[in-house]
């Protein structure tokens, strides 16, 4: 009970801190958007980049999500979240041809710029205005240039469309067509803002085969972040995300890519309804229902810690708030939040992970994170890390932390197997994966801890060799 008290407390403050903070992050915003570096919570620029930004998520703020940009801004700061990822559509800037305007993201960057949040804008490939070629990309590049132009002080990562792979409509899922594209977004990014660094567009999934045929066309010199949407669903993360990952590691290594960074800029659990009476035959396949909230809370809290574990450099789930256009399509499910803002646990979650391992912190690449069913990444905070965001966590937590769980489903009945755990340090701090904090007894100079499927955070030193 004193935990569901914590949960319910914490999701009620970041709920009412959003509300306010965004109502200041209005009145504080520009008149007219101002360029320059992004201050305070600097964003992922240059080498920079795996200190400043491990953290982000999705939001539609061109589209639907405009109006509430600023609440959005104001929860992902309540939960250390420093990147929203959001189309920056072609149409949008070049209403009529050979005519441009960038007022809407212009006011999306500005509004972030308050917060402390970086966008990570998409450069959409579409035009109804310009005919689909792939052998006359000028007008594309044109765009391009414009943009990174405009940008170049305050948008340190431009990333190419959305998972092309599946844009059969486009053409994109033809890998030539792709390298084409990419190459004319990459020089045109090169040439007006040089220090920015260049993501492929994200994947859907991770498709080998595509991102191979890619590298065999020469893809690999025309972007610096790898990018993928390794979603698991209904499944849980581990045996899937952590093979696809290593798979792409060692295709990457294959062809002299092995230096450069991933990023997850799409994953996550719906929470979506099953369709009474489903027809696999018959109804369409987003119908599908998705997981209990709590469920998605774990998967994701879980999947963090593969990632991170694996050399993600950045993690952004899909997506902030749910949409809620359709009751029981998977893709309106998908949100941190429902639609009105409220938090969701999975948005508890993802706060715990951000102040556990918080921005800056360093994973413990030479130290094991899994034996068999169990899993124990490890890592170490920055030494200047804050305290949870909890009033009554006291003072600063300890620069060595990790997480505990397990997938053996006979081990998880009564909170979990007890075992006796041992540290590096007798001054250890526990959490759950929702950010309360737990007590376990010390015991023959180590504590005994209930490991389940539910993850454990512990703060103040190693576990013990």
Known sequence: ????????????????????????????????????????????????????????????????????????????????????????????????????????????????????????????????????????????????????????????????????????????????????????AFEAIREKAPSARVAIGGHSGVPLAYIENLYKLGAGAYFDIMNVHPYCIPD????????????????????????????????????????????????????????????????????????????????????????????YHREAYFGLCRNDFTPKPAFAAYAAFTAMRPAGSVQKGDRPWRDGDFFFPQWRRPDDADALRETDVRGPLGADAGMLWTTDKTLWKDGGVRRLVRFTSDKMRFFNHLGAEVWPERRDGGYEIGISDKPIFFVGGELAE
Not at 48 to 54: E, H, M, S, V, W
Request: proline fraction near 7%; aromatic fraction near 10%; include cysteine.
């Open 1 to 184: 009970m004193k935990t569901v008290a914590k949960l319910s407390a914490f999701l009620l403050c970041a709920l009412c801190v959003a509300t306010f903070a965004g109502e200041e992050l209005q009145r504080k915003a520009p008149s007219q958007p101002q360029r320059g570096d992004l201050n305070g919570r600097a964003p992922f620029h240059g080498e920079n980049a795996p200190a400043a930004a491990p953290y982000g998520v999705c939001a539609h703020l061109t589209w639907q999500e405009f109006p509430g940009r600023n609440k959005t801004f104001a929860l992902c700061s309540v939960a250390g979240i420093g990147i929203v990822r959001c189309d920056f559509p072609w149409p949008d800037h070049e209403r009529k041809l050979g005519e441009w305007t960038y007022a809407k993201t212009d006011t999306i960057v500005a509004d972030a710029k308050v917060a402390g949040v970086a966008i990570l804008p998409i450069l959409d490939f579409w035009h109804g205005g310009y005919p689909r070629r792939f052998d006359d990309l000028e007008p594309w590049a044109r765009h391009v240039r414009r943009v990174a132009e405009h940008y170049a002080e305050d948008i340190s990562v431009f990333e190419i469309w959305n998972e092309q792979d599946g844009q059969r409509k486009d053409g994109l899922d033809n890998p030539t067509n792709y390298v084409a594209v990419l190459k004319a």
């Open 236 to 327: 849980p993360p581990e045996g899937r995300l952590d093979k696809q990952l290593e798979n792409l590691r060692s295709l990457m290594a294959k062809y002299g890519d092995a230096g450069k960074t991933i990023w997850i800029t799409e994953i996550g659990w719906p929470t979506s309804e099953w369709k009474p009476n489903f027809d696999p035959k018959k109804d369409n396949p987003d119908y599908v229902g998705g997981v209990d909230e709590s469920v998605s809370a774990l998967y994701l809290s879980r999947a963090l810690g593969i990632a991170f574990a694996e050399g993600v450099e950045t993690f952004l789930p899909y997506e902030l708030r749910d949409r809620e256009h359709e009751r």
